[in-house]
């Protein structure tokens, strides 16, 4: 019998070869969690051309999230994925947001989500993408 390998948090994220990827508000050691990367990747602030592949933001409110979308979305190349986390229930950490919540922001500025997933265990995410229709 076949024993799977678990996908490291870099894969599930959907970063892969020769990606500019941009972690906003990340909690200290979110990088490290990411696993092995490949190769070229690279990981800040600024990109050729301004746009990334995959944009990861860590959001603790709902005004917060509201505040930054507009420029987290404009940041996106058009087939790269923004991932929105925000605190789990049960995390400790104050939080209005939901994953309810998260969608319905995304979806009046032309986003959907198309990939949910655990995070870690005090962070829950959305992959939200442009709408085809947009």
């Known amino acids: 019998m076949a024993v799977s390998t678990p996908r490291s948090l870099s894969r599930v994220l959907g970063i892969k070869q020769g990606h500019c990827v941009s972690l906003i508000n990340a909690p200290q050691g979110f990088p490290h969690a990411l696993g092995e990367l490949p190769d070229a990747v690279k990981v800040g602030r600024a990109s050729p051309g301004g746009l ?12 917060e999230l509201q505040r930054e979308f507009r420029y987290l979305a404009g940041r996106l190349q058009p087939d790269g ?25 995304a ?28």
């Open 52 to 63: 990334f592949d995959v944009i990861v933001f860590f959001a603790r409110s709902r005004a």
């Open 81 to 105: 994925g923004l991932w929105i986390s925000w605190p789990r229930k049960g995390s400790g950490m104050p939080t209005d947001l939901s994953e309810t919540v998260v969608r319905d922001v």
């Open 107 to 134: 979806l009046a500025r032309g986003l959907v989500d198309n990939k949910q997933c655990a995070i870690d265990a005090r962070w829950s995410g959305l992959r939200l993408v442009l709408s085809e229709s947009a």
